[in-house]
């Protein structure tokens, strides 16, 4: 890898951190005499962002100097030994170690006990070149990554009806065109505050927004109407909905019977959702649910968008689908201002699903099981389609049975860190330390990392070129402003270099460009097709949407205008039956969990937590650290909790520790807590790995808790 210009320069790249990418400036600047340059960043005036970043992409040019920057592979000073302490190594020793482990697992247990775990992080090329290794190099089917618990129930939703899954099917700024817009469990003045604009556009043109969400949110203070449901309770609630659009002959009947099939299995289905039956199961007044379902069906443009707060349960895939059926029934998907979307939540959210990281998908969202599909990527990749292997299990799957007889004995880790993000984290950590060897990529030493046989330190956005695409299904360019420091390298050359331990170097590059063009050529033809994408045409054009088949391809800012993505055109209602929550409450757990993210953190904290202006009010005035738990001041009341004092949160997997936030924002039988933090505050200690039959989503959003004070020993 080349090393970048010695001059002071300036370059347009995108912000590290979530989905909203918002575009943002780099000056860089040398420092005589010192390694690293100094970088200051701006934001740029991109179509997502218009000139705002929110205090993550202000601060995201501090990790670039970290102290705690790993610059050196790490192994244990007694090879094979977890317990025994990590000590800096060369490059070659840390690749051979990997190779070596990877060669001894697969020859004793077969090539699927070699398993890769990736991230939602990683860029296009990134995600593409894991699939790629996992499938060509290891050949194994043991591959998933973290996007399963993040987008994949309305994926596998968006999927069934449309015939495609991309994220929102149109750009950002159509939010302010839609007259009345329902937002389900997402919290964007939050979580990517820069999108508020666009639904602030909306608001000044009249716009009645409705939040869904059993706390009043920042998102929620902004809205028109705020509907309160029960953790796990939102299909009920849409099913509701939909009963009353069907009752009061709101149903947009042309649209129905020229551009879907099955709505009258649906239409039957959601009978039985009468308004004071909503009422019982999600606790929302029945004349919200009356005036929400009339501001819907008199709307001339609407839009439902739904998030992780809908679909992060056990039957994700059901919820997601019960709002699209009430978007379809509606007419809303494909009419200018209307629609239906999802608002993805990792920085690769979108992409890192695309290309490959899935258990069961190849590049361009091709089915890993369609024999033309396999044939296509094995000619692009030049290898035997009947050498690929078949589809894996999902990533909790994986994680449960690490170390097990039939599970995985050796796994490579990029860009996650699943001691903290995995449901039931108490369990996954134990079997992660029940794995034969563990190989981690990280920035930093997560707590995974930690826990791992050989660390490899890999560099950070700023120093190496690559695209995302972000939640519009906008691909963008990342682009490379100074070196990573010496002894860092990138996630490609750790592939490469594995690879080529393994004897097939030939199969991978460490060039993202090139990368890129093969990945545009493997997903040619599929749904997600990048083929006419290059990189200069997504710096030309403020990025290119995809599908995008050819140099001519203007790419596609809205789908659904004409036609669906199925064969016929035509979208498919599901039925979507209500399914109580997977952990029901009862005397000993009487209270519902539920989780989500600050705005200063993000995803397991490995990067935010350390960047001294994200700590806010967690830091306590002796340093230490303890994340909030939000509760009502009834149910603190009947727990013997006190506001700003500890409170001990108990469920059948674990305990954890935070510091009560009473407010009357949330409902009086919910608890609410960030999901950022490890230790004792690790809330995903306390989470349930049950699993939407669909998705494979586990249930974060909703499981039964114990609230306590700290017992008095
Ligand atoms: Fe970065 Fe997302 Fe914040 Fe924008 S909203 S600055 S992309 S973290």
């Not at 705020?226 to 796990?232: E, M």
């Not at 029934?329 to 979108?350: D, F, K």
């Not at 190849?362 to 690929?388: C, E, F, M, S």
Request: net charge neutral.
């Amino acid at each position: 890898v080349g090393r970048v210009a010695d001059a002071a320069r300036t370059v347009a790249t995108h912000c590290p951190y979530c989905a909203l990418q918002c575009g943002m400036e780099l000056s860089v600047t040398p420092r005589p005499g010192l390694e690293r340059p100094d970088v200051r960043l701006s934001p740029t005036d991109f179509p997502t962002n218009r000139g705002g970043l929110c205090a993550k992409g202000w601060s995201a040019a501090d990790l670039l100097t970290h102290p705690d920057r790993l610059t050196a592979p790490l192994v244990r000073t007694i090879p094979g030994d977890r317990s025994s302490p990590l000590r800096p190594a060369t490059w070659d020793e840390a690749l051979d170690a990997v190779a070596e482990a990877v060669r001894a697992t697969q020859r004793r247990y077969g090539r699927d006990a070699v398993g890769c775990f990736g991230g939602g992080g990683l860029t296009n090329e990134k995600a593409y070149l894991l699939g790629k290794f996992a499938r060509t190099v290891l050949r194994t089917r043991s591959i998933d990554y973290n996007g399963r618990w993040c987008m994949s129930s309305a994926a596998a939703a968006s999927t069934r009806t449309f015939g495609i899954d991309r994220g929102l099917p149109f750009p950002v700024a159509d939010l302010a065109l839609a007259d009345v817009l329902l937002l389900v469990g997402a919290n964007p003045a939050e979580t990517m505050p820069p999108l508020m604009q666009h639904l602030e556009a909306g608001r000044e043109r009249g716009a009645q927004h409705v939040v869904v969400d059993p706390r009043l949110t920042a998102t929620a203070r902004t809205a028109r109407v705020h509907l309160q449901p029960r953790p796990g309770t939102d299909a009920a609630l849409a099913n509701g909905l939909l009963h009353l659009v069907v009752r009061r002959g709101w149903v947009d009947e042309e649209y129905v019977a020229a551009r879907t099939v099955e709505f009258e299995a649906v239409r039957e289905s959601v009978t039985g959702y009468w308004p004071d039956r909503v009422e019982r199961i999600t606790g929302v007044p029945a004349a919200d649910l009356e005036a929400v379902a009339e501001l819907l069906g008199t709307a001339s443009t609407a839009m439902v968008i739904t998030a992780r707060g809908a679909e992060q349960h056990a039957s994700g895939t059901a919820t997601a689908q019960a709002f699209i059926n009430l978007a379809l029934a509606l007419g809303l998907p494909g009419r200018p201002g209307s629609g239906y979307g999802t608002l993805t939540g990792q920085g690769n959210g979108q992409g890192g699903r695309e290309h490959g990281q899935k258990a069961d998908q190849l590049p361009g969202y091709r089915k890993i099981t369609d024999l033309a599909d396999r044939a296509h990527v094995a000619g692009v990749w030049g290898v035997d389609p009947t050498r690929l292997p078949g589809p894996g299990v999902s990533a909790t799957e994986m994680l449960r049975a690490l170390g097990t007889p039939g599970g995985v004995r050796t796994l490579l880790l990029l860009a996650s860190n699943v001691t903290v993000s995995a449901p039931d984290a108490g369990s996954v950590t134990d079997r992660v330390d029940a794995l034969d060897f563990l190989m981690v990529a990280d920035l930093f030493l997560s707590e995974s990392a930690a826990r791992a046989d050989v660390v490899l330190p890999v560099s950070m956005w700023a120093e190496e070129e690559g695209t995302m695409t972000n939640l519009e299904g906008r691909v963008l360019r990342r682009r490379r402003a100074l070196d990573p420091p010496p002894g860092v390298r990138t996630d490609l050359d750790v592939l490469a270099g594995v690879a080529d331990r393994l004897g097939h170097g030939h199969l991978m590059t460490t060039d993202a460009a090139t990368a890129f063009d093969e990945l545009g050529r493997a997903s040619a033809g599929g749904v997600a097709d990048y083929g006419g994408i290059t990189y200069d045409r997504i710096e030309d054009e403020q990025g290119v949407f995809w599908p995008c088949t050819d140099a001519d391809d203007p790419g596609t800012p809205r789908l659904f205008g004409r036609r669906f993505a199925h064969p016929d055109g035509l979208a498919r209602f599901t039925r979507a039956e209500f399914r109580e929550p997977a952990e029901r409450t009862d005397p000993e757990f009487p209270y519902v969990l539920t989780t989500g993210r600050l705005m200063r953190q993000y995803q397991s904290g490995t990067q935010t937590r350390r960047v001294a202006a994200l700590a806010g009010d967690e830091v306590g005035p002796d340093g230490t650290v303890l994340p909030h738990a939000e509760l009502h001041p009834d149910l603190a009341r009947r727990c013997g909790v006190v506001d700003g004092e500890p409170v001990q949160l108990r469920t059948r997997r674990g305990v954890a520790v935070f510091r009560a936030r009473l407010t009357t924002g949330i409902r009086t039988d919910t608890v609410f807590v960030p999901f950022h933090w490890s230790g004792e505050s690790r809330a995903n200690t306390l989470t349930h790995d049950a699993l939407d039959p669909v998705s494979r989503m586990p249930a974060f959003k909703a499981c039964a808790v114990a609230v306590g004070p700290i017992p008095v020993p």
